[in-house]
């Protein structure tokens, strides 16, 4: 266990079994922080596919969860960094993202999309804003929130 968090009912796992993991409930806690868009099997799915996950338990309750995907070597992005709001800010959501990115040390490249409105909780930890990074907006909103005014 990391001490950035030593709460002794905290369970901290790094790369579960992933057959264990209630996707229901993972997706009950991206509706409880109003991102909305998934699926229990695609959610799954992309944990699966991804190069290390995390999941932080209260006994066999779910609180904070977050994963890389990367490539093994050279990029790696942390994803889907969720805390329960109900547990925020009892430094889950930077023991989280402080473990992701130790596996990484070797890495050249390691970013994150944050949420709106995370970029002072990110700058805290040291991340830096990227001047070169580009999205293909998904649609109306991700354009209205993680883009620049032409």
């Not at 901290?12 to 993972?26: C, F, K």
């Not at 006994?59 to 969860?65: E, L, S």
């Amino acid at each position: 266990m990391n001490n950035l968090t030593e709460n002794p009912a905290y369970t901290y796992t790094i790369n579960p079994d992933l057959n264990s993991i209630d996707w229901d409930y993972v997706i009950s806690l991206f509706y409880k922080i109003e991102w909305k868009h998934r699926k229990a099997e695609e959610i799954a799915l992309a944990f699966k596919n991804s190069t290390t996950t995390i999941f932080v338990f209260e006994g066999d309750k779910i609180i904070a969860f977050g994963r890389v995907v990367g490539d093994g070597r050279y990029y790696a992005m942390l994803a889907d960094i969720v805390v329960d709001p109900d547990f925020q800010g009892q430094g889950l959501g930077k023991y989280l993202v402080t473990t992701l990115n130790s596996q990484l040390v070797d890495y050249h490249f390691v970013n994150l999309s944050a949420a709106p409105g995370a970029d002072r909780f990110y700058k805290s930890m040291g991340w830096k804003k990227q001047t070169t990074a580009f999205i293909w907006p998904q649609g109306p909103k991700q354009l209205r929130q993680h883009c620049e005014k032409d």
